[in-house]
C-alpha cells in the first residue's frame, strides 16, 4: 500500500493503493511512504476494535473470514454491519452468501 503525504503552509495528507495513474508532476508533490501489510494478529485485532458492537469471539471470526478473502478491514465493517445475531453459524451463512452471490466490496475489474 502506498501513502502519499504533501506538506504546505497548512499540512496536507492523502492515501491511496496504487500511485502509477497520478501524473509524476503531481507525484512530485508528495512523499511517498510504503507501508507493509497487517499480519493475521494485527488485522484480528484491528478487526475487534472496527467492530466495538459484536462480542470480541465474533469480531475476531469476523475478521479471520474476511483475512481468508480480501484481507481488507472495509469488508470487516461491511460484514459486521449485517449481523443481527451474532452467532457463528449466522457469521458462516453471511460469508457463504457473499462467496456464492458477491464479491468483497475491494474486489473490482482487473
Same mark, same amino acid.
Given at each position: @500500500? ?12 492523502? %492515501?491511496?493503493? +496504487?500511485? /502509477?495513474? &497520478? %501524473?509524476?508532476?503531481?507525484? %512530485?508533490?508528495? *512523499? =511517498?511512504?510504503?507501508? &507493509? /501489510?497487517?499480519? *493475521? +494478529?494485527?488485522?484480528? +485485532? $484491528? ?12 469480531? *475476531? @471470526? ?8 480480501? =484481507?481488507?478491514?472495509? +469488508?470487516? $465493517?461491511?460484514?459486521? #454491519?449485517? $449481523? =443481527? ?5 449466522? $457469521?458462516?451463512?453471511? @460469508?457463504?452468501?457473499?462467496? #456464492?452471490?458477491? #464479491? @468483497?466490496?475491494?474486489?473490482?475489474? #482487473?
Amino acid at each position: @500500500m502506498a501513502l502519499a503525504q504533501a506538506f504546505n503552509r497548512k499540512g496536507g495528507f492523502a %492515501s491511496c493503493n +496504487d500511485i /502509477s495513474r &497520478l %501524473s509524476k508532476p503531481l507525484q %512530485s508533490r508528495f *512523499r =511517498k511512504l510504503f507501508l &507493509l /501489510s497487517y499480519t *493475521r +494478529d494485527q488485522f484480528l +485485532d $484491528i478487526a475487534v476494535k472496527v467492530c466495538p458492537k459484536l462480542q470480541e469471539e465474533m469480531a *475476531r @471470526m469476523v475478521g479471520m473470514q474476511v483475512w481468508e478473502n480480501s =484481507k481488507d478491514v472495509r +469488508d470487516v $465493517i461491511s460484514v459486521a #454491519k449485517l $449481523i =443481527k445475531r451474532g452467532d457463528t453459524e449466522e $457469521i458462516e451463512q453471511i @460469508m457463504r452468501t457473499l462467496a #456464492k452471490y458477491g #464479491k @468483497m466490496e475491494t474486489e473490482g475489474p #482487473k
